[in-house]
C-alpha cells in the first residue's frame, strides 16, 4: 500500500506569493492532519479535515487555510507569504477520527525568500 | 491545556549505550502518548505508542512506559546502534476524537561506532 504522499517536496516563494501544498493520504484513509515544522517552534499542528469538513485548527492566521476533496486527497494554502512560513510542512493521514496512528509523509519544504 | 517537555539534545552515544530519553506531559484526561522518530530528510514515523496508564509501548527495542503517577513517558533502548541515530520525537494525543497531535522539542540521538 502506498504511503503518504506530499507534492512538492521543495518549494522556494518570495514574500507575498501564495503557495498551495498537496497531500495524498494513504487509500482508505479519511483524515488527514497538517503540521508546520520549524527549528525555532518544533511541531504544530496547523488544521485536521475529515469528510471534507475542517474539524480542528490550531493556533494560526487565517492565512492559513486547506480543503479536502471527496477522494480524501488534501490542498493547504498560504497566503501573503512570509518569512516565518519557512517551515517544512507535513501531512498525515489516519484511518478515522480519534486516537489512532497517523502517517505521515515526507514533507513539503517551503523557503520563503 | 496540553503540552509535552521533552530532553534537549544533542544526545551522543557510543554504539551498544543504553539510551533514555526523558519526556513528561500535561495534559487533562487521559492522554494517548506516543514516540515518533525522524530520520534525515524523511517524514515521522511512529516508534511505539501506549493508551492508557501502565501500557509498555515497544518496537525495535525500544520501550517506554505510561506512568500517570509522575505524567512521564521515558523513551530506552538498552543497546543503541548507529541506524537510531535521528530525532525522536515524544508527542501525546489528547481523548477529544480530534487527530491533533501536541509534540515536544525533539530530541537529536547520534550513535558513534
Known amino acids: 500500500k502506498a504511503g503518504v504522499t506530499q507534492t512538492p517536496r521543495y518549494l522556494i516563494k518570495t514574500r507575498g506569493q501564495q503557495v498551495t501544498l498537496s497531500c495524498s493520504p494513504i487509500?482508505?484513509?479519511?483524515?488527514v492532519s497538517w503540521y508546520q515544522q520549524t527549528p525555532g517552534q518544533g511541531l504544530q499542528f496547523l488544521f485536521e479535515y475529515f469528510s471534507e469538513t475542517q474539524r480542528n485548527k490550531g493556533n494560526f492566521p487565517g492565512r492559513f487555510s486547506g480543503r479536502q476533496f471527496s477522494n480524501s486527497r488534501s490542498e493547504m494554502n498560504v497566503s501573503t507569504l512570509e518569512l516565518g512560513d519557512s517551515a517544512l510542512y507535513l501531512c498525515?493521514?489516519?484511518?478515522?477520527?480519534?486516537?489512532?496512528?497517523?502517517?505521515f509523509g515526507p514533507g513539503t519544504r517551503l523557503t520563503v525568500l | 491545556g496540553n503540552s509535552v517537555t521533552q530532553m534537549e539534545g544533542p544526545v551522543t552515544l557510543s554504539e551498544e549505550a543504553f539510551l533514555t530519553i526523558n519526556c513528561t506531559y500535561t495534559a487533562t484526561g487521559y492522554p494517548s502518548l506516543f514516540w515518533y522518530v525522524q530520520y534525515p530528510g524523511e517524514g515521522l514515523q511512529l516508534l511505539l505508542k501506549a493508551t492508557k496508564a501502565d501500557d509498555k509501548g515497544s518496537n525495535k527495542g525500544f520501550e517506554a512506559t505510561y506512568r500517570k503517577e509522575t505524567t512521564s513517558f521515558h523513551l530506552e533502548k538498552g543497546s543503541v546502534q548507529v541506524s537510531d541515530s535521528a530525532v525522536y520525537f515524544c508527542?501525546?494525543?489528547?481523548?477529544?476524537?480530534?487527530?491533533?497531535?501536541?509534540f515536544g522539542t525533539g530530541t537529536r540521538l547520534t550513535v558513534i561506532p
Open positions: 498525515a493521514s489516519t484511518l478515522h477520527r480519534g486516537n489512532d496512528e497517523q502517517f
Open positions: 508527542a501525546l494525543s489528547d481523548q477529544t476524537g480530534a487527530n491533533n497531535l501536541f
Open positions: 487509500s482508505g484513509h479519511r483524515s
